[in-house]
């Protein structure tokens, strides 16, 4: 792994992907892009509230499945490995986040 800094806008970690995991998360974003797209659609076209909530609600699942799958593929075990055990209780809070 490179050494990068972390976006001083928002983050104090960085995670290091291959170029692979990174075309495949950034096409991924980019359908959910389109799907927001659609939804913003749906809203100007007054389209029922249930409607655009169900859109919503699968653009949600859809953004935080990819990247939690990736993250625990990656961050979590190796963090598990180096004995970093504070790692599976930041899981367990971002789960906690998720499920509201």
Known sequence: ??????????????????????????????????QIRGIIGMMENDAYCNDILIQSAAVNAAVNKELLASHIRTCVARDIREGKDETIDELVATLQKLMK
Do not use: D, F, Q, V
Request: glycine residues 2%; contains cysteine; positive net charge.
């Open 1 to 34: 792994m490179s050494e990068k800094k972390a976006c001083p806008c928002c983050c104090e970690k960085y995670t290091a992907r291959s170029e692979e995991e990174k075309k495949k998360l950034i096409n991924r974003l980019k359908r959910i892009e389109g």
